[in-house]
């Protein structure tokens, strides 16, 4: 999927924000690395590359717990300093899950519909071309003196009388697969979709507090040791002035 206002693909708006192309992008190998919607065939600087990034993501910005194990209330959250980028992703993910989901658990309903759907198809072409045979040759037999001749019309109207029993009983087996497709088919609704502008979450007050004192504390570190290196300083240039006198 591709960026709010931009021709570029999700993974290379995000390889550019959170700069991890700096690092290769000297290399010859990973110059040549194209980035397209699958099927794509294998490529292994272009898999390691996603690979590093779906690691990334999955342990430090994307987040899936549900509300209450009784209910079927999945939250999806995705942290990242661009909200354009995580609105696009958590729907392009949610529609991508949903889909996958829909088609795992409906698979075996679904071939059973297109099978019978595709026979019914086949039967009702049959059938009306039984129809239009026998009329073609109940036109040709104007002589009723000869019953040879209608031999041919009576075959054709068994055809077309076995095709319609058949016709009917398949109408009835499509009838039953679509109601078990609907059944076996999961209903996946959005309740709560991103909308712009995203949430804003920064530090609690306890965590600015523990850096804001860890910083203060290297702070002083480092000042106390330019002192004592300066008295030391100072220190050593004196005895050296003795010794000089």
Same mark, same amino acid.
């Given at each position: %999927?591709?960026?709010?206002? &931009?021709?570029?693909?999700?993974?290379?708006?995000?390889?550019?924000?959170?700069?991890? $192309?700096?690092?290769?992008?000297?290399?010859?190998?990973?110059?040549?690395?194209?980035?397209?919607k699958p099927p794509f065939s294998p490529d292994r600087i272009?898999?390691? *590359? @996603?690979?590093? =990034?779906?690691?990334?993501?999955?342990?430090? /910005?994307?987040?899936?717990?549900? @509300?209450?194990?009784?209910?079927?209330? =999945?939250?999806?959250?995705?942290?990242?300093?661009?909200?354009?980028? %995580?609105?696009?992703?958590?729907?392009?993910? @949610?529609?991508?899950?949903?889909?996958?989901?829909?088609?795992?658990?409906?698979?075996?309903?679904?071939?059973?519909?297109?099978?019978?759907?595709?026979? &019914?198809?086949?039967?009702?072409?049959?059938?009306?071309? $039984?129809?239009?045979?026998?009329?073609?040759?109940?036109?040709? $037999?104007?002589?009723?003196?000869? /019953?040879?001749?209608?031999?041919?019309?009576?075959?054709?109207?068994?055809?077309?009388?076995? $095709? &319609?029993? +058949?016709?009917?009983?398949?109408?009835? /087996?499509?009838?039953?697969?679509?109601?078990?497709?609907?059944?076996?088919?999961?209903?996946? /609704?959005?309740?709560?979709?991103?909308?712009?502008?995203?949430?804003k979450k920064k530090p609690g007050r306890l965590l600015t507090?523990?850096?804001?004192?860890? *910083? !203060?504390?290297?702070?002083?570190? *480092?000042? +106390?040791?330019?002192?004592?290196?300066?008295?030391?300083?100072?220190?050593?240039?004196?005895?050296? !002035?003795?010794?000089?006198?």
């Amino acid at each position: %999927a591709r960026n709010f206002g &931009t021709n570029k693909l999700l993974i290379e708006v995000y390889l550019a924000n959170h700069e991890m $192309n700096k690092e290769w992008k000297d290399d010859p190998k990973f110059q040549q690395v194209k980035f397209v919607k699958p099927p794509f065939s294998p490529d292994r600087i272009r898999d390691s *590359v @996603m690979k590093a =990034v779906i690691k990334s993501i999955s342990e430090e /910005q994307l987040s899936i717990s549900k @509300m209450d194990k009784k209910l079927n209330f =999945v939250v999806v959250e995705m942290r990242d300093s661009d909200e354009l980028f %995580a609105k696009e992703f958590v729907e392009r993910l @949610m529609e991508n899950a949903s889909g996958y989901y829909i088609d795992y658990k409906s698979k075996k309903s679904r071939k059973n519909f297109d099978l019978i759907y595709r026979l &019914t198809d086949s039967v009702r072409g049959l059938l009306y071309g $039984n129809i239009e045979r026998y009329a073609s040759t109940a036109d040709l $037999n104007i002589n009723p003196l000869r /019953q040879v001749a209608k031999t041919g019309s009576q075959k054709i109207q068994m055809n077309a009388q076995a $095709n &319609t029993a +058949l016709y009917t009983e398949l109408l009835k /087996q499509l009838g039953l697969a679509q109601i078990s497709l609907q059944k076996e088919t999961p209903l996946i /609704q959005v309740i709560d979709q991103p909308i712009l502008p995203l949430k804003k979450k920064k530090p609690g007050r306890l965590l600015t507090g523990i850096i804001f004192a860890f *910083v !203060g504390g290297i702070a002083c570190i *480092v000042f +106390l040791l330019i002192i004592k290196w300066i008295k030391d300083s100072d220190n050593r240039l004196s005895r050296s !002035g003795i010794v000089a006198e």
